[in-house]
T-cell receptor, first 114, second 111 residues
Framework: NAGVTQTPKFQVLKTGQSMTLQCAQD?????MSWYRQDPGMGLRLIHYSVGAGITDQGEVPNGYNVSRSTTEDFPLRLLSAAPSQTSVYFC?????????????FGAGTRLSVL | DAKTTQPNSMESNEEEPVHLPCNHSTISGTDYIHWYRQLPSQGPEYVIHGLTSNVNNRMASLAIAEDRKSSTLILHRATLRDAAVYYC????????????FGAGTILRVKS
């Protein structure tokens, strides 16, 4: 079972470059989200989606864009990378936004911005 | 959002039970109590969750206080593989889409 798949696993960018972090899930989940985790800290929500065509901002959305054209995919775009975006990024999915549902996480993308 | 309080770190011996506490004195009646853990260099993984009654699964048990202001995650026999950061998280029944992660408890397991 693939679950939540994130690519790439590692990425190094120069300041000002753009890139897209990919996230795909094969569980037909409505809800998907992106988090970032800085060293020694808990995860912080960037953006989330409750279904195809519907996205909303989380706690730290600045500098990131998302779209949800299919149920399976939820890419995260960095428009102009900054050193402050150096972090580990996790994608998660869940059956719905209800608090009783479990969320499943990917293995993460480790991003360094020089 | 209701807040949770956990000890920064705990230590356990291998093969012994571990009780990880979590205080959530401002919990509302419709908040689910979730526990996730994060092994080194991995994404968080679900451990267990409950609303009012104690819960058991193959990984752990969750004991919820009668007033729901605290809960305890119980690992019945800790192994080295259980060394991780454990997060106690409250999620509203409706619109509980945002997992709000605190710093969690670092569990160290000694062989």
């Amino acid at each position: 079972n693939a679950g939540v798949t994130q690519t790439p696993k590692f990425q190094v960018l120069k300041t000002g470059q753009s890139m897209t972090l990919q996230c795909a899930q094969d569980m037909n989940h409505e809800y998907m989200s992106w988090y970032r985790q800085d060293p020694g800290m808990g995860l912080r929500l960037i953006h989330y989606s409750v279904g195809a065509g519907i996205t909303d901002q989380g706690e730290v959305p600045n500098g990131y864009n998302v779209s949800r054209s299919t149920t399976e995919d939820f890419p995260l775009r960095l428009l102009s990378a900054a050193p402050s975006q150096t972090s580990v990024y996790f994608c998660a999915s869940g059956r719905s936004e209800s608090g009783k549902n479990i969320q499943y996480f990917g293995a993460g993308t480790r991003l360094s911005v020089l | 959002d209701a807040k949770t309080t956990q000890p920064n770190s705990m230590e356990s011996n291998e093969e012994e039970p571990v009780h990880l506490p979590c205080n959530h004195s401002t919990i509302s009646g419709t908040d689910y109590i979730h526990w996730y853990r994060q092994l080194p260099s991995q994404g968080p993984e679900y451990v267990i969750h409950g609303l009012t009654s104690n819960v058991n699964n193959r990984m752990a048990s969750l004991a919820i206080a009668e007033d729901r202001k605290s809960s305890t995650l119980i690992l019945h026999r800790a192994t080295l593989r259980d060394a991780a950061v454990y997060y106690c998280i409250l999620r509203p029944m409706e619109y509980g889409n945002k997992l709000v992660f605190g710093a969690g408890t670092i569990l160290r397991v000694k062989s």
